[in-house]
Nanobody
Framework: QVQLAESGGGSVQVGGSLTLSCAAS????????MGWFRQAPGKEREGVAA????????YYADSVKGRFTISQDTAKKTLYLQMNSLKPEDTAMYYC?????????????????WGQGTQVTVSS
């Protein structure tokens, strides 16, 4: 059974930084995607960043390019999201997710396993 646990969220002022972590267990897929998604109240869920587990290729939403960095520790099966230069519009619940096949890594529709989320709040 796949389990995901996010941590690292919190409150930060504009321009600050946070690093999110997602510990995965029971993940035995040879390839696929791991990604970070976020959702603010009243808004649609959006893909933030993703990484292909096989190749390590990364993908980012235009809104976070140059500010966020996604990475993975394959041995620990842990996913990270380093967030710099945070803006108020980054405020949301952040979720990590995994899927067993590669393709459309920033689209959440076909992701099968999700964490419970961690809150990120950016204020001025």
């Amino acid at each position: 059974q796949v389990q995901l646990a996010e941590s690292g969220g919190g409150s930060v002022q504009v321009g600050g930084s946070l690093t999110l972590s997602c510990a995965a267990s029971g993940y035995t897929y040879s390839s696929g995607c791991m990604g970070w998604f976020r959702q603010a109240p009243g808004k649609e869920r959006e893909g933030v960043a993703a990484i292909s587990t096989g190749r390590g290729s990364t993908y980012y939403a235009d809104s976070v390019k140059g500010r966020f960095t996604i990475s993975q520790d394959t041995a620990k099966k842990t996913l990270y999201l380093q967030m710099n230069s945070l803006k108020p519009e980054d405020t949301a619940m952040y979720y990590c997710a995994i899927k067993p096949y590669f393709g459309a890594c920033l689209v959440g529709t076909w992701y099968r396993d999700w964490g419970q989320g961690t809150q990120v709040t950016v204020s001025s």
